[in-house]
């Protein structure tokens, strides 16, 4: 059986450089855990959420030991590439934490205005959600937790950021981008995450 482990991979959002999960990374870093912000080339989605996923599985290869899970909390689409590594690539053996921060779960229609394959696996009513919704207690092992905020303009419904499972939180930030910057956040996450396994 593997052991927890105080890796935590931080999965940005659509278009984002990574700026927004910096924050993050460095308060978790001075908790304890071995936090790391996960680029993920072509995150504009182009070439779908598969392609995107299968470089986070090579990521969680790469920097959690073999005998040992992580956590993996993802921002809006980085969110759904951790279900799609999770629930379709293996990653239940590799994680022991989920938790996904103002994460299009039912699409958004905002999506919509993606004309190619990222944007109409995002979208309300999209089959590829659909797949992995069907599928959606295979998380329940993993604790999983939604964030969300009623204000977000990019994901609409709102609601489609909540997980039907595990622990929600509502946090009022005015700004999908600043979701994931905002110090009550970052607070849930490490209460989520809790303390961190001294290192062997």
Known sequence: MSNRGRVV????????RGKSMHRMEAV??????????????????????????????????????????????????????????IQVLGG???VHKYISIASPHFGSVWANC???????????GSEFLARLNREIH???PLE??????RYDATILPHRS??????????VPVALHRWVPLDRRVIDIVSDELGTAPAPR
Not at 114 to 124: E, I, K, N
Request: charged letters at 15%.
């Open 9 to 16: 991979l931080l999965i940005p959002g659509i278009f984002d």
């Open 28 to 85: 978790l870093d001075s908790a304890g855990f071995s936090a790391y912000y996960i680029h993920l080339q072509y995150n504009s989605g182009w070439y779908g959420m598969e392609f995107l996923a299968h470089q986070l599985k090579s990521q969680v290869e790469e920097l959690v030991e073999p005998d040992q899970t992580c956590a993996l909390v993802g921002f809006s689409m980085g969110g759904i590439v951790a279900r799609h590594y």
């Open 138 to 140: 295979s998380l329940e």
């Open 92 to 94: 239940q053996e590799r």
């Open 114 to 124: 993606l004309p190619y394959r990222g944007g109409r696996q995002l979208s309300v």
């Open 161 to 170: 950021a909540l997980l039907p499972l595990g622990n929600i939180y509502e």
């Open 144 to 149: 999983p937790v939604s964030i969300w905020t």
